[in-house]
């Protein structure tokens, strides 16, 4: 087993690859239900019983070395992280409308204020924000464990709903 395995483990994680066979036998019924695409609505026109699990708040300009980072690190914590919506926020600190969502990361200050612009307080007071790293800060060691430590305990959270 590769150090890489190891670390995972460690963390929680399981590869995606190797949780899809194992769980398939479990539940078969559970894969189809995974496949289904998420309904995504905006909180302007969403109802109450359509909810994206997760969204992603990044800045406008992050390079695609650190939107590949952040994207792996999504897909190894199952569907409900990797099939997440990413939104840029502007220069100027502008957001459209996010979708409804049970959770929202923000990666940064901006984006957590410019959520906060944008949401209603209802919808904030449902959800749960998790501030993050700035993107590009992601390349080092220190906030990449942040990333994984919140994304595993964002993850224990949204199993109980």
């Known amino acids: ?32 239900v995974a496949a289904e695409p998420v309904a995504v609505g905006t909180a302007a026109t969403n109802s109450s019983n359509a909810v994206v699990p997760c969204v992603l708040l990044l ?4 390079s695609p070395r650190t939107l590949d980072l952040i994207g792996r690190c999504m897909h190894a914590f199952g ?24 959770a929202y990361l923000a990666f940064g200050d901006a984006q957590a204020r410019a959520l906060g612009h944008v949401l209603d307080a209802e919808v904030m007071r449902a959800a749960e924000i998790v501030l ?18 919140a994304l595993k305990a964002l993850r224990r959270r949204l199993r109980m709903y």
């Open 79 to 102: 569907a409900d992280f990797a099939r997440a919506p990413r939104l840029a926020v502007g220069e100027s600190g502008t957001l459209d409308t996010p979708p409804v969502a049970r």
């Open 1 to 32: 087993m590769t150090s890489r395995h190891e670390r995972l483990r460690a963390l929680g994680v399981t590869p995606y690859r190797l949780r899809s066979s194992r769980d398939a036998a479990a539940a078969p019924e559970s894969a189809l």
């Open 59 to 62: 800045p406008s300009a992050c």
């Open 132 to 149: 993050l790293d700035v993107p590009d800060a992601l390349h080092a060691g220190g906030a990449k464990r942040r990333l994984w430590q």
